[in-house]
């Protein structure tokens, strides 16, 4: 959804809309989206700068990076941005602390899709778990620990190796 700066109204709009995303747009793989991401945002231009305030939802499936159980992930998350036109970034080169949160546009266009896509992005954990405690799965017979059906037992490891502890399931 494109939205033209030369048409924004002085007093900005507000939108409520659903974006329709495909798991490919998703930084996390195995995500698959339960329902259409829903965002409420409004867009102001103030001189050159675009701020957007806004939220956004959505239920997307998750796969457990320990157990490979897929989960329910519930997004909602708030965002307040400021973009500055790209031509101000052009007269500095480098990349100063301040400027590391700065966001540009260029054109006289915003993609909002882009922008709502980015903020559902930033949600993601970086290690998706179904709980947060997940024990994973049994390196010794495969079954879920957390199932109880794992009758493996952990033994220390040998002496010489005491001092990096790797914990090791013996199926005796």
């Known amino acids: 959804?494109?939205?033209?700066?030369?048409?924004?109204?002085?007093?900005?709009?507000?939108?409520?809309?659903?974006?329709?995303?495909?798991?490919?747009?998703?930084?996390?793989?195995?995500?698959?989206?339960?329902?259409?991401?829903?965002?409420?945002?409004?867009?102001?231009?103030?001189g050159d700068e675009i701020l957007i305030q806004g939220e956004v939802s959505a239920r997307l499936s998750f796969v457990c990076s320990?157990?490979?159980?897929?989960?329910?992930?519930?997004?909602?998350?708030?965002?307040?941005?400021?973009?500055?036109?790209?031509?101000?970034?052009?007269?500095?080169?480098?990349?100063?602390?301040?400027?590391?949160d700065q966001m540009f546009y260029s054109g006289r266009q915003l993609d909002l899709r882009a922008v709502v896509l980015e903020q559902l992005n930033l949600t993601f954990p970086a290690k998706p778990l179904c709980v947060t405690d997940c024990e994973g799965i049994c390196a010794v017979c495969g079954e879920l620990i957390r199932d109880a059906k794992c009758s493996c037992q952990v033994k220390e490891p040998d002496a010489p190796w005491n001092k990096i502890k790797f914990p090791v399931r013996d199926k005796s």
């Open 66 to 100: 320990r157990c490979l159980t897929p989960f329910e992930f519930p997004v909602a998350s708030r965002f307040d941005l400021v973009y500055l036109p790209e031509d101000i970034d052009a007269l500095s080169e480098e990349l100063s602390d301040e400027k590391i």
């Open 1 to 46: 959804m494109l939205i033209d700066l030369d048409r924004l109204p002085k007093e900005g709009v507000r939108l409520s809309r659903d974006f329709e995303f495909l798991g490919l747009d998703l930084v996390e793989e195995n995500a698959v989206f339960l329902e259409p991401a829903h965002a409420e945002v409004s867009v102001r231009l103030v």
